[in-house]
Nanobody, 126 residues
């Protein structure tokens, strides 16, 4: 079973930086989109950032939520099966559990599906 292993979470002061990393436990046939989501206490899971790494067009295209645009940078590598999230100028409202997400196909004849990591806690506090 494909697993996504996240690392890099922790406690940081406001204005500080963290880099989250996520790697797949095995190679899969194709990865279309790599992304990060987050869920704060009492709130629904929300989109943070994504990068298109597969398909026939717009590879490398990134998208960000308006809350993080300009502060966070996503990078993905299909060869390494990894995706990172560089987070700068962190704010207390960025506190959440961050989840890695991969949209891909396990084998050439598999259906396209979402894979999720277990989540890593990011706490921004003085």
């Amino acid at each position: 079973q494909v697993q996504l292993v996240e690392s890099g979470g922790g406690l940081v002061q406001p204005g500080g930086s963290l880099t989250l990393s996520c790697i797949l436990s095995q190679r899969i046939f194709n990865i279309y989109i790599m992304a990060w989501y987050r869920q704060a206490p009492g709130k629904q899971r929300e989109f943070v950032a994504s990068i298109k790494t597969g398909g026939f067009s717009n590879r490398g295209e990134t998208k960000y939520s308006k809350d993080v645009k300009g502060r966070f940078t996503i990078s993905g590598d299909n060869v390494k099966n990894a995706v990172d999230l560089q987070m700068n100028s962190l704010r207390p409202e960025d506190t959440a559990v961050y989840y890695c997400n991969v949209d891909g196909k396990l084998n050439w004849d598999s259906r396209r599906e979402d894979y999720w990591g277990q989540g890593t806690q990011v706490t921004v506090s003085a």
